[in-house]
């Protein structure tokens, strides 16, 4: 089992920024991400990054968002950048192995215009 601590959400106004982090208490994860889910919405994935670093952005954060990781610590983050009103959800962070994936507990972000 993997424990995982969610932390960094918030509110703030549109233009703010903010900064999630994911740390869990084991590594090895092949594959790290973000998803959201806003009220009546599915939930999709806004961004994720691989072992070896790729990464992968929802066009609607492309350019706002940054995803990045610390190996040593094992944690994920999420720099969010020039936020508006729709990027108002729950966040959630996933980590996968080849046979597994867990989910955070999810933490709220919520941008006033």
């Known amino acids: 089992q993997v424990q995982m601590v969610e932390s960094g959400g918030g509110l703030v106004q549109a233009g703010g920024s903010l900064r999630l982090s994911c740390a869990a208490s084991r590594s090895s994860f092949s594959l790290m991400g973000w998803y959201r889910q806003a009220p009546g919405k599915q939930r999709e994935l806004v961004a994720a990054?691989?072992?070896?670093?790729?990464?992968n952005y929802a066009d609607s954060v492309r350019g706002r968002f940054t995803i990045s990781r610390d190996n040593a610590k094992n944690t994920l983050f999420l720099q969010m950048n020039g936020l508006k009103p729709e990027d108002t959800a729950v966040y959630y962070c996933?980590?996968?192995?080849?046979?597994?994936?867990?989910w955070g507990q999810g933490t709220q972000v919520t941008v006033s215009s």
């Open positions: 990054i691989s072992s070896g670093g790729s990464t």
């Open positions: 996933r980590l996968t192995t080849l046979s597994k994936e867990y």
